[in-house]
């Protein structure tokens, strides 16, 4: 498969909802969905169609093939550096392993420095010692810190995208006029950030078979400004400018990250053991440990019911390895619900129990020559079900995993 990096400049408000069951207002996602990208592009090729889509074409191979296109999400990609706009590719979701001060959370140099606990909780459970670190700054409650983030020059910048509340008048349809007590709000992406002439970019990306990625490519190029996203276009919401670059080659970079991973750990084991003597369960010389950060939401699901765990039986059922050595140590995770609109079918989509992104999985094996292929697949094809719409998007051993406390960042 090719990777296709796109690049999304708003050019008006973005009304991506985010409905939740049973709620009456529809908040606004801080990204735009896999789903949201998938589904415009669609109706684009469809209405642009002179022929019927049948079994076999373009159309049915991107979409609806047994290997479709997978459209993952798109995060805000802006960065504001000495009064220039940069534009990151590699924006990634912080593990949910991630703390920072309670009262001056955030990176270097503005806030008190962001740091992660995966290693050192593992480190914790092998001393049987108890693990509540305090922000290495001020001394000062550490507490869970998430968003989107990149790195530029050796330093970490945190990735937002604000929202704004519409007020909108509803409308009779028999009079054409505006309805008494009929008022509604919707919560927006803004278009742009403080300074009104930067508007925001969301970068993401397009994974697709190499005989259609170019043909795909070359479609979107000539199609930038015709692309409506989210809910509300009819108003004058949605209108973005979609920039597809040339596809590349995907890139395998597994190998590396579990070794500096596994070199870390061994390491931080080491201090401390010099600090507080032997432990009470030794760390196994023989095992290779690796983790999953979940990049995307995920929709899991094991024996016909949700799970927000990835079990070593559907790690192996989802990457085809059988390996009776692999063990979870760890699964940091959160769960939410979404549900949203099917434009094609005129209907509400099902309501899903998914597991929050920034999730981490920690698994060891004795086996690791079994799972470098697999895991290398799985970054690519994610995890979970419909994972064409940018759901179970996975990274594995996320280098954030290696910034201690007393290297907050």
């Known amino acids: 498969m090719k990777r296709i990096n796109l690049e999304i400049k708003a050019l008006s408000a973005l009304a991506i909802g985010r409905q939740k069951p049973g709620g009456s207002v529809s908040e ?58 940069i534009i990151q590719q590699d924006v990634r979701v912080l593990p949910a392993t991630v703390l ?14 962001v740091f992660d606990t995966l290693i050192d909780r593992l480190c914790a459970e092998g001393y049987k010692w108890f693990y509540d670190p305090n922000c290495p700054t001020d001394g000062d409650r550490a507490d869970n810190f998430s968003g989107f983030y990149s790195e530029f020059n050796d330093e970490y910048y945190n990735h937002l995208a604000t929202t704004r509340l519409l007020t909108r008048v509803g409308i009779n349809r028999r009079r054409a006029t505006s309805e008494e ?25 397009i994974l697709v078979s190499e005989d259609l990625a170019e043909s795909l490519q070359a479609f979107i190029d000539n199609h930038q400004e015709d692309l409506r996203l989210g809910g509300a276009t009819s108003r004058g919401l949605g209108r973005v400018k979609i920039k597809a ?69 559907m790690l192996q059922e989802l990457t085809g390895v059988t390996d009776s050595s692999l063990e979870l140590h760890a699964a940091y995770t959160s769960y ?10 005129g209907l509400m989509k099902d309501v899903e129990l998914i597991t929050n992104k920034g999730s981490v999985y920690l698994f060891s094996t004795t086996e690791e020559n079994l799972w470098i292929k697999a895991l290398e697949n799985l970054e690519v094809k994610g995890v979970g079900d419909r994972t064409s719409e940018g759901f179970g998007h996975v990274r594995v051993c996320d280098e954030f995993h290696l910034i201690m406390r007393e290297e907050a960042v």
């Not at 990208?37 to 079994?55: C, E, H, P, Q, Y």
């Not at 997978?70 to 000495?82: H, K, S, V």
């Not at 920072?100 to 008190?112: A, C, L, R, Y």
């Open 100 to 113: 920072s001060s309670k009262t001056k959370s955030g990176f270097k140099p503005e806030k008190n420095g």
């Open 181 to 205: 007590r009929v008022l509604y709000s919707l919560e927006v992406l803004n278009e742009s950030q403080d300074n009104k002439e930067k508007p925001i970019i969301y970068v993401g990306a």
């Open 336 to 345: 939410d619900y979404l549900s949203g609109w099917n434009s094609g079918w």
């Open 245 to 313: 670059k040339l596809p590349v080659e995907i890139k395998p970079r597994v190998t590396n990250p579990i070794k500096q991973f596994n070199e870390k750990l061994h390491q931080r084991w080491n201090e401390w053991k010099n600090i507080f003597g032997n432990p009470i369960e030794y760390l196994p010389n023989n095992r290779t440990y690796f983790t999953l950060d979940l990049q995307a939401d995920a929709i899991l699901t094991q024996n016909w019911r949700r799970t927000t765990v990835i079990s070593p039986e």
């Open 28 to 85: 606004a996602e801080s990204y735009i969905p896999g789903s949201v990208i998938r589904g415009a592009i669609a109706a684009v090729i469809l209405k642009r169609a002179n022929t019927s889509i049948s079994d076999g074409d373009d159309f049915h191979e991107l979409f609806l093939g047994e290997n479709p296109a997978i459209f993952q999400n798109a995060y805000p990609g802006n960065l504001e550096i000495e009064g220039h706009t």
